[in-house]
């Protein structure tokens, strides 16, 4: 049985991209730094399995992959998924913050990718990064979250580049406003609307719509398909010069 590893999987598009490759026959290992989140959600998953890592630590990363192989024999594919996200002016933002956010985003995506390597090399397997529309674009607040996940993006296509000559594959998918419990929690009705207005299919994506494109670009359905972003975001980048305001309107002419 091909062996998934999905980090960041107690919830959100980590859990429901989890889901998906179990459905499809991928026995999945399961990661999360939240240990009781991570137990109620394993049994979610048929052919899953949980450990807790802290993949912002290099020990705790190297103890994990081990596990996962002792366990399955085989890492046909990692998922990329866990970060944490830190919003606040530039100004604002001390080097704690900074460093707090780049340990797991990049850092981790980089330990864990490391330490999957050699396993990923014996099959020609993948690898998905999650980055972020933030990584693409700019944005207020987002000195240390948007930075780490340009970073991440440019990480993928040095894994592509150099990977590529093993048969291991990576690619980027690049999420847009998602519509998941915590976004819910934290996003008012003008934030959504503001949102709505600036996305042209005019609504969040959903945590299932991610997972469809991440398990996508870990399968054999994508075999040709490495150092690529994909921005999974209803067309959110598209727009990054047009108003909202003008939508609708038809073309004009002087005189």
């Known amino acids: 049985m091909k062996t998934a590893i999905v980090t960041g999987a107690a919830r ?61 024999g085989r890492i046909d594919a990692l998922v990329n998924n866990a970060g944490v996200a830190d919003f606040g002016p530039i100004e604002e933002t001390d080097f704690a913050r900074w460093r707090a956010v780049m340990a797991t985003n990049l850092d981790g995506t980089f330990l864990v990718s490391q330490a999957c390597i050699p396993a990923l090399k014996e099959r020609g397997g993948a690898i998905v990064n999650i980055a972020s529309i933030s990584g693409l674009r700019g944005s207020t607040l987002r000195v240390a979250y948007g930075t780490s996940k340009a970073a991440v993006i ?72 490495s150092g690529q972003v994909l921005a999974v975001d209803g067309g959110f980048e598209t727009t990054g010069v047009g108003l909202p305001a003008l939508r609708g309107q038809k073309a004009g002419r002087d005189g």
């Open 12 to 72: 959100g598009i980590g859990l429901a991209t989890a889901k998906l490759f179990a459905s499809e026959g991928w026995q999945v290992a399961m990661i999360d730094r939240d240990g009781p989140e991570l137990a109620r959600a394993v049994p979610e998953v048929a052919t899953g399995f949980g450990i807790d890592c802290d993949i912002s630590q290099p020990d705790q990363v190297a103890a994990m992959v081990a596990g996962v192989l002792d366990r399955t």
């Open 154 to 225: 440019q990480l993928t296509r040095q894994q592509a580049a150099e990977l590529g000559e093993y048969g291991i594959r990576a690619n980027c998918v690049a999420p847009g406003p998602v519509r998941t419990k915590l976004a819910m929690a934290v996003h008012s009705p003008e934030i959504i609307a503001a949102y709505h207005d600036a996305i042209p299919l005019n609504r969040y994506g959903t945590e299932e719509e991610l997972a469809n494109a991440i398990v996508f670009l870990a399968g054999d359905r994508a075999s040709y398909i």
